[in-house]
């Protein structure tokens, strides 16, 4: 790819970082050895997922990681560059492993039913053993084989077991606050029920799926927006509307596994309608992606 989402790149400096267990005073003196802007906390937090670094700075951090690397001789695979440029002039465009997920616009899509070879896949959604497919079609002869994998990968990022955690507070929080919103949260979305795994305020609950909206946005490479669910003629019978928490206007992004499967939202909600402009929407996005490399890393 020619260009690298910002929080795609962030995400490959911290998985490097972590798997070959760098300190980070010698990441920022090999930063600042390179004429870095940043000062020691602002690496920190970018290292730590909180901040963002200008793109610049982004590849200089990157080629400081790769120095280190080259010279402690870690096989561990680099941290990756902004763009195809900088990385065929690092001279260390070997060490970076191809990466097999599309950054753009946040679209992490999962391969359609049957199609086991495309690139979304990740090695373990290969291996499933056959017995464990034929016990679960036995089991729910509807469940397709795009929702089993789906269900896998959401099982299998441990989630659901973790309970509330700040990592993911943090982000509802500073949706929550940035929108002026009612409600924001995190849902988990299974096979028959959506799961809270944050909320900051007083709208968003386990639920059965049929009646979550965040089962009806993972359903999508998009945002959903709602503006006014109580003159929309798709939403305005909706129980959440109509009784319970009077839902007026909802926002969700999918939120994806490194693998592309789309295993919950982030989404925001307000018992009065609300616009929500183009800009917001990239917002929204952007803090989806933040809580996507949490789920990564």
């Known amino acids: 790819m020619d260009v690298l ?8 400096a911290i998985q490097t970082v972590r798997a070959a267990d760098l300190g980070d005073i010698d990441i920022f003196l090999s930063y600042f050895a390179l004429d870095g802007n940043a000062d020691e906390i602002e690496i920190e937090g970018y290292l730590a997922g909180v901040t963002m670094l200008p793109v610049q700075d982004r590849d200089l951090l990157a ?20 763009n195809h440029d900088a990385t065929t002039s690092s001279g260390y465009s070997d060490y970076l ?21 495309a690139s979304a896949m990740t090695d373990t959604s290969k291996n499933v053993p056959a017995s ?11 469940l397709d084989e795009t929702e089993f994998r789906r269900l896998q990968a959401l099982h299998e990022s441990g989630l659901l077991e973790t309970g509330a955690e700040e990592r993911f507070d943090r982000l509802t929080r500073q949706a929550r606050d940035h929108f002026g919103i009612s409600s924001a949260s995190i849902a988990l979305i299974t096979e028959d029920a959506q799961i809270i795994k944050s909320v900051t305020g007083p709208l968003g609950e386990d639920m059965p799926r ?13 945002t959903l927006v709602i503006n006014d669910a109580s003159v929309h003629p798709d939403w305005r019978d909706h129980p959440l509307v109509t009784g319970g928490p009077q839902v007026r206007f909802y926002a969700g992004h999918p939120v994806c596994t ?8 982030l989404c925001l909600m307000d018992d009065q309608p609300r616009a929500f402009s183009d800009d917001d929407m990239q917002v ?14």
């Not at 989402?5 to 490959?12: H, I, K, R, T």
């Not at 490194?258 to 939202?265: A, H, V």
């Open 5 to 12: 989402s910002e929080y795609v790149q962030q995400w490959s």
């Open 63 to 82: 080629h400081a990681i790769n120095e280190l690397l080259d010279s402690t001789g870690s096989m561990v695979d680099g941290a990756h560059y902004s």
């Open 97 to 117: 492993r191809t990466l097999v997920i599309s950054p753009e616009e946040f679209d992490f899509t999962a391969p359609p039913a049957g199609d086991l070879t």
């Open 132 to 142: 464990l497919e034929a016990a679960a079609a036995a089991e729910d002869p509807d």
């Open 210 to 222: 049929d009646l979550s909206l965040c089962g009806t946005t993972i359903k999508y490479d998009r």
């Open 258 to 265: 490194s693998g592309g499967w789309r295993i919950g939202t």
């Open 284 to 297: 929204l996005r952007r803090l989806a992606a933040q809580v996507q490399m949490e789920i990564w890393v």
